[in-house]
């Protein structure tokens, strides 16, 4: 008897940020922990503002672990100039200069991919392992969450990314990725294994233009999508008329409500939810868990 446990990535993304995507993101985990399945988890892949966690006051760190990155090193005793790791490497990180007998590997353009050790017939090129970030796990009331931390200054976002996911529990049943906002590399490595992509968005003019950004890309990478209107009441109904045009499914609304967002503002999103708002996202889980379960 197969005794796996299925399990599905639903990954939430917005074109811009300021639209609520966290917000979303931990409220589905409440949700979903309270209405759907015990065995969720919260993977907050925004490496460099995580920030799922802060709306936990009770939360309590599990672990942490940190993340390396290999980076090449250059032995000049070795190294005969030949530029062949130059050739190799697709991202310019490395410099060599036979006239002065020069060799270096600018670490902040590493991306760690092996092909200057490849090239090197000498033996001259060497891999030395440098702190990328670490990953924490927190336990919560609402379920679990993991985020990844990338160490400041780093570029890196995408392979924090991939390192933070090799942490996911495989016996959880939903997984919930929060994306970071926009549509460069970190949202693309965090919706890849998705098997749901939500966009967030806002019925403004901003909020529409960087609507059709994120929609133009699942739809490049063929990602099933639905999207969901966060502040819905204020703005306009253009949002409405795009979905209407493209044919794009309208998960749920949640309700503009001022005293929520003053409670957002003081970290208190669970305090005394408007019960719009929490009727909301409990039809928003019923219809995820009858789409997708």
């Known amino acids: 008897m197969d005794t796996t446990t299925k399990q599905l990535n639903i990954a939430i993304a917005s074109g811009k940020g300021g639209t609520g995507k966290t917000t979303v993101s931990v409220n589905l985990l409440k949700y979903i922990h309270k209405y759907w399945t015990k065995r969720v988890e919260l993977i907050d892949c925004d ?6 966690a802060l709306f936990h006051k009770e939360a309590v760190n599990i672990s942490v672990k940190d993340t390396f990155q290999l980076i090449p090193n250059i032995d000049l005793q070795k190294c005969v100039f030949c530029r062949e790791c130059v050739k190799y490497c697709e991202f310019n990180a490395i410099v060599v200069l036979p006239s002065v007998e020069f060799a270096e590997i600018n670490k902040s353009l590493c991306h760690s991919c092996g092909a200057c050790t490849f090239a090197c017939a000498y033996g001259a090129i060497n891999e030395q392992a440098y702190k990328l970030g670490e990953v924490r796990e ?12 990338l160490k400041v200054g780093s570029a890196m976002q995408t392979m924090m990314i991939k390192e933070l996911k090799k942490e996911i529990d495989p016996v959880s049943e ?3 990725l ?9 949202v ?6 998705a098997d749901y992509v939500i966009l967030v968005t806002e019925p403004t003019p901003f909020g529409l233009h960087d609507l059709k950004l994120t929609v133009a890309l699942l739809q490049e990478i063929n990602k099933p999508f639905g999207v969901i209107i966060n502040k819905a009441g204020v703005g306009n109904s253009e949002v409405y008329d795009f979905l209407k045009d493209e044919q794009i499914e309208l998960i749920g609304n949640i309700p503009f409500s001022k005293e929520y967002a003053a409670s957002y503002a003081q970290g208190k999103l669970f305090n005394e939810t408007p ?13 995820l868990k009858d789409k997708l379960s």
């Open 47 to 52: 490496v460099e503002e995580p920030n799922a």
């Open 138 to 149: 927190i336990n919560t009331a609402n379920g679990t969450i993991k985020e990844g931390r």
């Open 174 to 176: 939903v997984h919930l």
């Open 178 to 186: 929060d994306s970071s906002p926009g549509t460069s590399c970190p």
């Open 188 to 193: 693309v490595a965090t919706v890849a294994d």
């Open 275 to 287: 019960e719009s708002i929490r009727s909301s996202y409990i039809e928003i889980v019923s219809l």
